[in-house]
């Protein structure tokens, strides 16, 4: 037995609470339903899916921000929901999160220093301005915003959009986190600066040991980082992991139906094989809805490939097709 | 040679703001010719939005147009008119008859208020189509073009759709009048991926069934590789090199092109090659002198790309490009 991964979440379920009119009948959001994942100290893992496919609330269940409906979160081999509270607010320290939007997520009557200064003074890591002063233009130094002087003493608006989301980051791992959540870090950056932000975070990963859970939509990013950080790719759909491997046998060779529509519908920046591309023919092109997920295989009523019987009867379990890739698909499995 | 519908010359747009003047729309020119998908590619503050604002001339009251023609032919009658100079009374006749605009429908595009059919009839009012027996008949026959159910969409309310059928919804709308030149604003940025494959399908099935020419903006360049005839792409304000879409993606020649190709994320290639563009984008109310892009360029020569533009000059293979390296 070696070490206990990072994080490990088991069988997770978060369901959220709504009402149908005020005595209608209690519903629930399947957001996350049955996800069982781990991170490795130091891995980079990337979770991708579309908008609504609980990626999000499985990022911020990771990160401590939502109880679960059911099973666990396990954080080096512990339940961080039963630990004391002295544990647990080091394990949500040991986590930290950056979010998309970073006009949001900076407090714009704060300067950078004081945005910065605030959690190393909450946990104790240096206390005096000097000190203060020291930690935080190191931190600067680390993310780029070089001369630190020059941006110590700014205001968030006085800063470009890639600027404020290398403070966001410069924030995260101030308090030496063992786990980043990166939800959609990149997504409000102008194009040219999005890989700079997904470089510093993969070099932060070499100096200081982070890991990576990244969380996006878009498939290029997705394989960029996780190819880049040697690490995984997992596709969720609905809730439910369908499909994790390493980045570039995913995307080269994906195995569930739904990743390999995903990847034959993204344009790619070469003429010739965009539109020689033959995007896979879904039987619908809409989302059902995660109050009432379909049965079985919840992709089953769009699946191009669906069996008939099996697929909308039965879930069909993980299994590794190839090495280290696993696919939750019935076509998948030797029966 | 192709025939020219829309033909922009020295186009400058300003917008006052707290610091000065932001150099939105920079001595800008372009040809767009009749039926083709032109697109406009550039960052977040590269003039792109501005520009098709400026067509329009719905540039809201902090903008002026300082100096330039947009000269639009109209085809069916081979008149001219300068839309960087009508009178508003004048301008109100073409726009949206003859040239129509989408924007990105999550943007609030449509009135949550009211029903899609009010948006319907409402956008036909305001051009003077009052028969409403005949302009529901040809919405009715978008919104099926548009693979849409037109009895349950008209009678809904925008949030009563998803993302997909609002964006063509907007498309229906921008082209109930039958107009030559579609301008789309971003129409597929917030919408997933098989919703956006989905509307970039229809819409090349469309310029098959009608004649119509397109300026399909995005920050996107992967989608123009998929859908555009010929790719403008602007940086701070400029035109840094336009060609045909072949041209610019298998041998761009401008640095910044070359630049922004490698920047993007993609699922083919190797990520090896993937980087970022270094440094940031330009303030644009105090630009960089010369060149726009110098301080970026792996390729600025001190002296020359640092106090001279360059000239938007014609390559022997018919491409504009905007750079000392091929200007001397």
């Known amino acids: 037995m070696g070490s206990p991964p990072l994080i490990k979440v088991e069988n997770l379920k978060i369901y959220f609470p709504i009402r149908r009119g005020l005595f209608g009948p209690r519903l629930y959001v399947k957001a996350v339903d049955g996800v069982t994942i781990s991170i490795d100290v130091g891995e980079v893992l990337t979770l991708l899916g579309e908008s609504g496919c609980g990626k999000t609330t499985l990022g911020k269940t990771i990160a401590g921000l939502y109880r679960p409906t059911a099973g666990r979160v396990l954080f080096m081999g512990k339940d961080v929901w039963s630990l004391p509270p002295r544990e647990f607010m080091e394990y949500r320290r040991s986590v930290q999160i950056v979010h998309q939007d970073p006009y949001a997520s900076l407090n714009p009557t ?96 070499e100096k200081i040991g982070t890991a990576y859970l990244f969380i996006t939509h878009d498939f290029g990013a997705a394989r960029y980082f996780s190819a880049k950080g040697g690490g995984r790719i997992a596709v969720m759909y609905l809730g439910k992991i369908v499909e994790i491997g390493p980045a570039e046998d995913v995307i080269h060779y994906p195995q569930h139906p739904y990743t390999q529509t ?39 009523d769009r699946c191009p490939f669906y069996i008939e019987g099996l697929c909308d009867k039965e879930e069909p379990p993980l299994v590794e097709v190839r090495p280290n890739h696993w696919v939750a698909c019935w076509r998948a499995v030797k029966r | 040679m192709p025939e020219t519908i829309l033909s922009i010359r020295n186009l400058t747009v300003f917008y006052r703001g707290l610091r000065g003047y932001v150099h939105a729309v920079d001595d800008v020119s372009l040809d767009v010719y009749r039926n083709e998908v032109l697109g406009i590619v550039g960052e977040s503050g590269s003039g792109k939005s501005t520009l098709a604002l400026t067509i329009l001339r719905i540039l809201p009251p902090t903008a002026r147009i300082v100096r330039g023609s947009i000269i639009y032919r109209d085809p069916e009658t081979g008149r001219e008119y300068d839309l960087a100079k009508m009178p508003e009374r004048e301008v109100a006749k073409i726009r949206w008859r003859k040239i129509s605009y989408v924007p990105q429908a999550a943007l609030n ?103 119509i020419t397109m300026i399909f ?28 879409v072949f041209q610019i993606f298998k041998a761009p020649k401008h640095p910044y092109t070359q630049a922004l190709i490698r920047s993007i994320p993609s699922l083919i290639g190797s990520v090896e090659e993937m980087r970022p563009i270094p440094g940031s984008p330009p303030d644009l109310v105090n630009p960089p002198p010369g060149c726009r892009f110098h301080p970026r360029c792996p390729y600025a020569e001190k002296g020359l790309c640092d106090t001279k533009e360059p000239p938007l000059i014609q390559l022997a293979d018919g491409r504009l490009v905007a750079c000392w390296l091929y200007a001397r």
């Open chain 1, 110 to 205: 704060k300067t950078v220093f004081q945005i910065l200064s605030a959690p190393l003074k909450r946990w104790g890591i240096a206390y005096s301005r000097e000190e203060l002063i020291d930690k935080v233009s190191k931190l600067l130094e680390l993310v780029g915003l070089t001369p630190p002087e020059d941006f110590l003493f700014k205001y968030p608006h006085q800063l470009s959009g890639g600027q404020r989301q290398r403070v966001v980051i410069a924030r995260a791992i101030s308090v030496n986190p063992k786990l980043v959540v990166a939800d959609e870090p990149i997504t409000m950056i102008d194009v040219s600066l999005r890989l700079g932000i997904l470089d510093l975070m993969l070099e932060l990963r």
């Open chain 1, 262 to 300: 995903l990847i034959s519908a993204v344009p790619v920046p070469d003429p010739e094989e965009s539109r020689k591309k033959k995007p896979i023919q879904l039987r619908s092109l809409d989302i059902p809805s995660p109050v009432n997920p379909p049965s079985g295989c919840r992709f089953h």
């Open chain 2, 217 to 244: 903006i995005t920050h996107d360049i992967a989608i123009e590789a998929d859908l555009a005839d010929r790719v403008a792409v602007m940086y701070a304000g400029k035109i840094m090199e336009v060609g045909d």
């Open chain 2, 109 to 211: 595009a449509l009135n949550p208020t009211l029903k899609i059919v009010d948006h319907v009839l409402e956008t036909a009012r305001a051009h003077g189509f009052t028969d409403k027996k005949k302009v529901l008949e040809k919405a009715e026959y978008l919104f099926k073009m548009l693979r849409l159910d037109p009895k349950r969409v008209l009678n809904s309310y925008p949030h009563e759709l998803s993302g997909g059928m609002k964006q063509r919804v907007t498309i229906a709308l921008g082209m109930l009048l039958d107009p030559q030149v579609l301008i789309l604003d971003e129409p597929t940025t917030a919408l997933d991926v098989l919703t956006q494959r989905f509307i970039l399908d229809l819409l090349k099935d469309l310029r098959k069934k009608i004649d």
